[in-house]
């Protein structure tokens, strides 16, 4: 992506004025985008955007600078704006660069950007027959693919030196069911870290069925109920709420800051007995996979809490550095134009041992959730809010009426010691974009079927 | 930055339509600053320009776009080539294609200050420490500060198409934030506040520090909420939240598809008739002031509730057509996207009753100063809202215990008809948007 001796001499020109620490971060993104909307193929849209971004450390500083001009005056420019802040005047020590480790060209079957543009339109078209074919009620289908590939090299002044080639494909098709009782709507969306053969292994036919049914089984919902009661998570459909309500609080930023209710509890019980979290960037053709994180650390498989115990926060070079810890391939950033700071990749719950179909029994009253849509967190307090979109009502053990969507709301500390039964058929979740100062990294998540002795449920039903 | 650099660059690609063709080219740039401090320290200093060119081409009635982050002349040549090559495959609509200039006059706007470039570093340094310094001298209870901010930044835009539109303007703002720590033995609560401007002089860090210390120790003992349904005060940046999304709902693309709970009620009384929500881009007082929208238009106000009744969906050129009407100057996108349609810079129009006048008037209810989980929580299509709060409850008509882990619910639809109250407290909202307190009845609060 860019000449070895380019990135040293920006290295260098980096430390020129002193500073502890220096690292070019140099990307390269191309995306494509289709749209069909309202029975019609709207929009195709393409974009490209490359530049560096040049972070240099000295002492608990960092200064970091930016820019879209990749040639050397650009890239000493920015350098020079990066090291504002170091005055010293003796040059920092840059070490020689080895040959990049992390992934060099793209590891997908079919490389999106070499199937024809119209070919990925039959898609959209095909989508959208599909939906409005599984009821009259169907009134609206939006559907929507899109590719992207990001090229990444990371080199820094301790001698670490990688790049990577990360190729996402994803379709979503979204439905709105219209009858007496008003709007409703569903949306089902697939994602992976791969290629173009995203489409041999999911149908577009089921993705579309899957949105549409959602959507018209939620035209006979009744309102949610509201205040406290057991609920039950569907596979690979709540992994977000972990995510949201426990993964940030175990990033080691805010773990430093005191703004994380885990702070000081290494070693303590913070979930229930066989509650195992892991986070684990190299689970292949998962949406949160990396081969190396944007600071230039290979991915791995980092257990966070096991059995219950909390082990370990996730950690990036600037927390390790000041900590003394081992890096864990968490530091993570949107593009070359943003620092890097800990971000989760895949963060799931491991599976337990019981039948998903024994949790729904043993629940007496409760409700299901099939599908958890988005949600947020106060990392300070770890109350978290999540929208059920699919959920049903449990009565006597029996999934009966569908519910209208609701907000679900709870505490992320709470919620770990009152899992009750964990299942044994843990799957991933649809992908997702993690957001955390404004910045949106592409991450995973997954559970097995879980309940979750009490959450609220703020629906309006008395 | 000199001449008009932008304005030739785009011109250039236009002189590249072929016969039939039509090219718009949206080219931004722009510099940004921004402090981090922590613990009396500079935790990061970062700058940098950011580029962007959008190219729109229509062809017969269909539409390709293409983008990137660079003003590259050979990439734009090959961005213009990109989008023909989408136009070619998507399908015609009558009502696709650019709009050339429509009469109305831009209004003349100084949006940028002339002396915000002249900021330095180190005074960007100074008001983010100043900033952190004051959060954490206020309340003994306020062990820490998550981050303290201070930022700038300048962009200018140009739009130029093949159908007479060519416009563009400069903008500048300053901002900062904080998100002080409050410990009360086990429990740790965050708060937050900002506030923004065209220079940093007219920032206020005292008060940014004041409002988010007191959005921290005013939540320590607060606890979970008895269920219940009962009228809610809400502060008005939660107010502000609500009619955005409400706003979201009154744009052409939203009722062309069907897809708006208010798209056939034009015209018809949709909220209480104190209720007046305007989208004025063309008023200064708003950060959020523009002068052209994102297809080059001039901005106007737009009435979009007044005393109640539904006067106005928001408009661009592609939704007016459909709609048989003219567009309303309200495209919005950046560099990366096609126009949309969409609130600029709302306000809502003050009422006539105080704050504690109010609180008094309700007697009991819930007090909601922050909302979470709003997008996530709200379908825009059927208008339901369940969001999570925290506030306080409000006994004997005052402030009482704090309150967290909750939410209410409720729909936009009976929202609208339910403000009982408007309140008289009017201020811009550093995002720009103008807004009161309100208060509103019969909203389900889920506790305990």
């Given at each position: 992506?860019?000449?070895?001796?380019?990135?040293?001499?920006?290295?260098?020109?980096?430390?020129?004025?002193?500073?502890?620490?220096?690292?070019?971060?140099?990307?390269?993104?191309?995306?494509?985008?289709?749209?069909?909307?309202?029975?019609?193929?709207?929009?195709?849209?393409?974009s490209r955007d490359r530049g560096?971004?040049?972070?240099?450390?000295?002492?608990?500083?960092?200064?970091?600078a930016h820019t879209s001009d990749l040639?050397?005056?650009g890239?000493?420019r920015a350098?020079?704006t990066?090291?504002?802040?170091?005055?010293?005047?003796?040059?920092?020590?840059?070490?020689?660069?080895?040959?990049?480790?992390?992934?060099?060209?793209?590891?997908?079957?079919?490389?999106?950007?070499?199937?024809?543009?119209?070919?990925?339109?039959?898609?959209?078209?095909?989508?959208?027959?599909?939906?409005?074919?599984?009821?009259?009620?169907?009134?609206?289908?939006?559907?929507?693919?899109?590719?992207?590939?990001?090229?990444?090299?990371?080199?820094?002044?301790?001698?670490?030196?990688?790049?990577?080639?990360?190729?996402?494909?994803?379709?979503?098709?979204?439905?709105?069911?219209?009858?007496?009782?008003?709007?409703?709507?569903?949306?089902?969306?697939?994602?992976?870290?791969?290629?173009?053969?995203?489409?041999?292994?999911?149908?577009?036919?089921?993705?579309?069925?899957?949105?549409?049914?959602?959507?018209?089984?939620?035209?006979?919902?009744?309102?949610?109920?509201?205040?406290?009661?057991?609920?039950?998570?569907?596979?690979?459909?709540?992994?977000?709420?972990?995510?949201?309500?426990?993964?940030?609080?175990?990033?080691?930023?805010?773990?430093?800051?005191?703004?994380?209710?885990?702070?000081?509890?290494?070693?303590?019980?913070?979930?229930?007995?066989?509650?195992?979290?892991?986070?684990?960037?190299?689970?292949?053709?998962?949406?949160?996979?990396?081969?190396?994180?944007?600071?230039?650390?290979?991915?791995?498989?980092?257990?966070?809490?096991?059995?219950?115990?909390?082990?370990?926060?996730?950690?990036?070079?600037?927390?390790?550095?000041?900590?003394?810890?081992?890096?864990?391939?968490?530091?993570?950033?949107?593009t070359y134009r943003?620092?890097?700071?800990?971000?989760?990749?895949?963060?799931?719950?491991?599976?337990?041992?019981?039948?998903?179909?024994?949790?729904?029994?043993?629940?007496?009253?409760?409700?299901?959730?099939?599908?958890?849509?988005?949600?947020?967190?106060?990392?300070?307090?770890?109350?978290?809010?999540?929208?059920?979109?699919?959920?049903?009502?449990?009565?006597?053990?029996?999934?009966?009426?569908?519910?209208?969507?609701?907000?679900?709301?709870?505490?992320?500390?709470?919620?770990?010691?009152?899992?009750?039964?964990?299942?044994?058929?843990?799957?991933?979740?649809?992908?997702?974009?993690?957001?955390?100062?404004?910045?949106?990294?592409?991450?995973?998540?997954?559970?097995?079927?879980?309940?979750?002795?009490?959450?609220?449920?703020?629906?309006?039903?008395? | 930055m000199n001449g008009d650099q932008l304005g030739s660059m785009a011109r250039r690609l236009?002189?590249?339509?072929?016969?039939?063709?039509?090219?718009?080219v949206y080219l931004a740039r722009g510099r940004s600053t921004?402090?981090?401090?922590?613990?009396?320290?500079?935790?990061?200093?970062?700058s940098g320009e950011s580029h962007g060119a959008g190219v729109?081409?229509?062809?017969?009635?269909?539409?390709?776009?293409?983008s990137a982050g660079s003003l590259d002349p050979?990439i734009l040549?090959?961005v213009?080539?990109?989008?023909?090559?989408?136009?070619?495959?998507?399908?015609?609509?009558?009502?696709?294609?650019?709009?050339?200039?429509?009469?109305?006059?831009?209004?003349?706007?100084?949006l940028l200050?002339?002396?915000l470039d002249?900021?330095?570093?180190?005074?960007?340094?100074?008001?983010?420490?100043?900033?952190?310094?004051?959060?954490?001298?206020?309340?003994?209870?306020?062990?820490?500060?998550?981050?303290?901010?201070?930022?700038d930044g300048i962009g200018e835009v140009r739009v130029v198409?093949?159908?007479?539109?060519?416009t563009g303007s400069r903008a500048g703002t300053?901002?900062?934030?904080?998100?002080?720590?409050?410990?009360?033995?086990?429990?740790?609560?965050?708060?937050?506040?900002?506030?923004?401007?065209?220079?940093?002089?007219?920032?206020?860090?005292?008060?940014?520090?004041?409002?988010?210390?007191?959005?921290?120790?005013?939540?320590?003992?607060?606890?979970?909420?008895?269920?219940?349904?009962?009228?809610?005060?809400?502060?008005?940046?939660?107010?502000?939240?609500?009619?955005?999304?409400?706003?979201?709902?009154?744009?052409?693309?939203?009722?062309?598809?069907?897809?708006?709970?208010?798209?056939?009620?034009?015209?018809?009384?949709?909220?209480?008739?104190?209720?007046?929500?305007?989208?004025?881009?063309?008023?200064?007082?708003?950060?959020?002031?523009?002068?052209h929208?994102g297809?080059?238009?001039?901005?106007?106000?737009?009435?979009?509730?007044?005393?109640?009744?539904?006067?106005?969906?928001?408009?661009?050129?592609?939704?007016?057509?459909?709609?048989?009407?003219?567009?309303?100057?309200?495209?919005?996108r950046g560099s990366r996207?096609?126009?949309?349609?969409?609130?600029?810079?709302?306000?809502?129009?003050?009422?006539?009753?105080?704050?504690?006048?109010?609180?008094?008037?309700?007697?009991?209810?819930?007090?909601?100063?922050?909302?979470?989980?709003?997008?996530?929580?709200?379908?825009?299509?059927?208008?339901?809202?369940?969001?999570?709060?925290?506030?306080?409850?409000?006994?004997?008509?005052?402030?009482?215990?704090?309150?967290?882990?909750?939410?209410?619910?409720?729909?936009?639809?009976?929202?609208?008809?339910?403000?009982?109250?408007?309140?008289?407290?009017?201020?811009?909202?550093?995002?720009?948007?103008?807004?009161?307190?309100?208060?509103?009845?019969?909203?389900?609060?889920?506790?305990?």
């Amino acid at each position: 992506m860019l000449d070895s001796s380019l990135v040293q001499s920006t290295l260098t020109e980096a430390l020129r004025t002193g500073g502890d620490f220096a690292e070019v971060f140099v990307e390269d993104r191309g995306s494509l985008g289709a749209r069909l909307d309202d029975g019609r193929v709207e929009e195709l849209t393409t974009s490209r955007d490359r530049g560096a971004g040049i972070r240099v450390i000295v002492g608990d500083s960092t200064g970091f600078a930016h820019t879209s001009d990749l040639t050397e005056s650009g890239l000493h420019r920015a350098a020079a704006t990066a090291a504002a802040m170091a005055t010293a005047g003796k040059p920092g020590a840059v070490g020689s660069l080895g040959n990049p480790v992390g992934r060099s060209g793209p590891d997908v079957e079919i490389l999106p950007e070499g199937i024809d543009k119209a070919t990925k339109v039959e898609l959209l078209r095909r989508a959208d027959e599909t939906a409005r074919g599984i009821g009259d009620a169907i009134t609206q289908v939006t559907a929507r693919y899109s590719e992207g590939r990001r090229r990444i090299l990371v080199a820094n002044s301790e001698g670490d030196h990688a790049t990577d080639d990360q190729v996402r494909t994803l379709f979503s098709v979204s439905t709105v069911a219209t009858g007496d009782s008003g709007r409703q709507t569903g949306r089902e969306t697939v994602g992976h870290t791969v290629g173009y053969e995203l489409f041999d292994r999911f149908s577009v036919d089921e993705i579309a069925e899957k949105a549409a049914r959602q959507a018209l089984t939620k035209l006979e919902a009744r309102p949610a109920p509201s205040g406290e009661l057991p609920v039950v998570i569907a596979r690979g459909s709540g992994g977000v709420l972990f995510h949201e309500a426990c993964g940030h609080g175990l990033e080691a930023d805010l773990v430093a800051k005191g703004a994380s209710v885990f702070a000081g509890r290494i070693g303590e019980r913070v979930a229930a007995p066989g509650v195992t979290l892991v986070d684990d960037g190299t689970m292949v053709g998962e949406w949160g996979r990396i081969a190396i994180d944007d600071e230039g650390r290979p991915a791995g498989r980092h257990v966070l809490i096991e059995d219950g115990v909390l082990t370990d926060y996730m950690w990036d070079h600037l927390r390790a550095r000041a900590e003394g810890h081992r890096r864990t391939g968490n530091g993570r950033r949107q593009t070359y134009r943003h620092l890097p700071m800990v971000r989760m990749t895949n963060t799931f719950v491991e599976n337990g041992a019981e039948d998903p179909q024994a949790i729904i029994a043993g629940t007496p009253r409760g409700v299901y959730v099939a599908k958890l849509g988005g949600g947020q967190v106060n990392t300070a307090t770890g109350d978290f809010v999540f929208g059920m979109v699919e959920a049903y009502l449990i009565e006597d053990g029996r999934l009966t009426e569908p519910l209208r969507d609701a907000n679900l709301i709870g505490n992320g500390p709470q919620v770990l010691l009152d899992i009750d039964a964990l299942g044994n058929d843990f799957a991933m979740g649809p992908p997702g974009t993690c957001g955390k100062d404004g910045q949106g990294v592409p991450v995973g998540d997954g559970q097995p079927t879980l309940r979750v002795r009490r959450l609220t449920i703020g629906g309006t039903a008395a | 930055m000199n001449g008009d650099q932008l304005g030739s660059m785009a011109r250039r690609l236009l002189g590249m339509a072929t016969k039939g063709e039509q090219i718009e080219v949206y080219l931004a740039r722009g510099r940004s600053t921004t402090v981090k401090a922590y613990d009396g320290e500079v935790e990061s200093l970062k700058s940098g320009e950011s580029h962007g060119a959008g190219v729109r081409v229509v062809t017969e009635g269909r539409e390709g776009f293409a983008s990137a982050g660079s003003l590259d002349p050979a990439i734009l040549v090959e961005v213009l080539d990109e989008a023909r090559s989408n136009a070619a495959l998507s399908e015609p609509d009558p009502n696709v294609g650019l709009t050339g200039p429509d009469g109305v006059v831009a209004p003349s706007l100084e949006l940028l200050d002339p002396d915000l470039d002249r900021v330095e570093d180190s005074e960007r340094i100074r008001l983010a420490l100043e900033l952190e310094k004051r959060a954490r001298s206020i309340d003994p209870r306020v062990t820490g500060v998550r981050t303290s901010i201070y930022s700038d930044g300048i962009g200018e835009v140009r739009v130029v198409s093949t159908e007479g539109i060519d416009t563009g303007s400069r903008a500048g703002t300053a901002s900062m934030s904080v998100s002080p720590l409050a410990v009360d033995g086990e429990e740790t609560q965050i708060g937050f506040a900002s506030d923004a401007a065209r220079h940093p002089r007219l920032l206020d860090p005292a008060e940014v520090a004041a409002e988010a210390v007191d959005r921290a120790v005013s939540m320590l003992g607060a606890d979970k909420p008895a269920s219940g349904r009962m009228t809610a005060v809400l502060d008005k940046r939660v107010v502000a939240s609500f009619m955005a999304l409400v706003g979201a709902t009154l744009t052409g693309e939203m009722v062309r598809k069907g897809r708006s709970p208010f798209g056939d009620r034009l015209g018809e009384e949709i909220a209480v008739s104190g209720l007046n929500l305007v989208d004025d881009p063309t008023d200064p007082e708003s950060l959020a002031a523009g002068i052209h929208d994102g297809e080059g238009l001039a901005v106007r106000r737009n009435v979009l509730i007044g005393g109640g009744v539904l006067e106005r969906i928001l408009h661009n050129s592609e939704t007016a057509r459909w709609a048989g009407t003219r567009s309303t100057g309200s495209a919005v996108r950046g560099s990366r996207s096609t126009p949309g349609v969409g609130l600029q810079a709302m306000r809502i129009e003050p009422g006539d009753v105080g704050f504690a006048d109010m609180l008094a008037r309700v007697g009991e209810g819930v007090y909601i100063r922050s909302v979470n989980g709003l997008h996530s929580g709200t379908n825009l299509i059927s208008g339901d809202v369940s969001v999570g709060i925290q506030g306080h409850m409000i006994r004997d008509g005052a402030l009482a215990e704090p309150v967290r882990e909750a939410t209410i619910a409720t729909t936009l639809q009976r929202m609208l008809r339910e403000l009982v109250m408007i309140g008289s407290d009017f201020e811009f909202l550093p995002g720009g948007t103008g807004s009161v307190t309100m208060a509103v009845d019969g909203i389900a609060l889920s506790g305990r």
